[in-house]
């Protein structure tokens, strides 16, 4: 029952920002896991980061670590991928998605959601 709006994402020049919002509509009684997770031009999808449902508990990736900030606002069912000093390869189209999560530590793994988002593209050029 749960859906995922993402929103944006769009061009930006090496070293600076964009937040990406996911809101969950629907269903949302529960407060789900939330990961980003992006997939470039011939490359895997990978993971991103992601939060627990209370937001206590957070993951980056090491190539984003220091550089983005997962958060939510539970009260807007919006979870937000904050993307500072953003590179080149950073590039990739980046999704949102939702699962409750039985072991957070799983949170990475893509085949661990239930609900995905439309996907936003992200373009940082050279």
């Known amino acids: 029952q749960l859906q995922l709006v993402e929103s944006g994402g769009g061009l930006v020049q090496p070293g600076g920002s964009l937040r990406l919002s996911c809101a969950a509509t629907g269903f949302t009684k529960d407060y789900y896991s939330v990961g980003w997770f992006r997939q470039a031009p011939g490359k895997e999808r990978e993971g991103v980061s992601c939060?627990?449902?209370?937001?206590?508990?957070?993951n980056y990736a090491d190539s984003v670590k220091g550089r983005f900030t997962i958060s939510r606002d539970n009260a807007k069912n919006t979870v937000y991928l904050q993307m500072n000093s953003l590179k080149p390869e950073d590039t990739a189209i980046y999704y949102c998605?939702?699962?409750?999560?039985?072991?957070?530590?799983?949170?990475?793994?893509?085949?661990?959601?239930?609900?995905w988002g439309q996907g936003t593209q992200v373009t940082v050029p050279s």
């Open positions: 998605a939702a699962a409750r999560l039985l072991l957070f530590n799983q949170c990475v793994r893509a085949n661990q959601y239930n609900y």
């Open positions: 939060i627990s449902g209370s937001g206590s508990v957070t």
